[in-house]
C-alpha cells in the first residue's frame, strides 16, 4: 500500500557531499516518522537519521552528527538526507523507511560510495 523510492546516490569522493531523497506514494494514512538507514557489505543494517512528523524532532547517529542533515516536505510526504564531508566508512546501501499506525516501509536503497 505504500511505496518508497530513494534517488541521489552515486560515487562521490571523501569530503565531497550528497543529497539523497525519499517519496511516498499510496495510502500512506498517518505518518509517525520517516528514517534513513544504511548497510555495508557484510553489516547490520544500521539506523542513520529520522524525523518525527508531527513534531519535526531530528535524530542521528553519532558517525553522521554535524555532517548529515534530516529534513522533510510534508505536502510531497519526501524527506532528505543532506550528507556533507563524506568518509569511505558513509560507503553503504541506504534505505528510506516510513512508520504510520500500519507498519513500517521500506524503499529499494540508493547506492553510496565514497572514495578515498
Known amino acids: 500500500q505504500v511505496q518508497l523510492v530513494e534517488s541521489g546516490g552515486g560515487l562521490v569522493q571523501a569530503g565531497g557531499s550528497l543529497r539523497l531523497s525519499c517519496a511516498a506514494s499510496?495510502?500512506?494514512?498517518?505518518?509517525?516518522?520517516m528514517d534513513w538507514f544504511r548497510q555495508a557489505p557484510g553489516k547490520e543494517r544500521e539506523f542513520v537519521a529520522g524525523?518525527?512528523?508531527?513534531?519535526?524532532?531530528?535524530k542521528y547517529a553519532d558517525s553522521v552528527k554535524g555532517r548529515f542533515t534530516i529534513s522533510r516536505d510534508n505536502a510531497k510526504n519526501m524527506v532528505y538526507l543532506q550528507m556533507n564531508s563524506l568518509k569511505p566508512e558513509d560507503t553503504a546501501v541506504y534505505y528510506c523507511?516510513?512508520?504510520?499506525?500500519?507498519?513500517?516501509?521500506w524503499g529499494q536503497g540508493t547506492q553510496v560510495t565514497v572514495s578515498s
Open positions: 523507511n516510513l512508520r504510520d499506525f500500519r507498519g513500517a516501509y
Open positions: 524525523m518525527g512528523w508531527s513534531s519535526g524532532s531530528t
Open positions: 499510496g495510502r500512506t494514512s498517518v505518518i509517525y516518522g
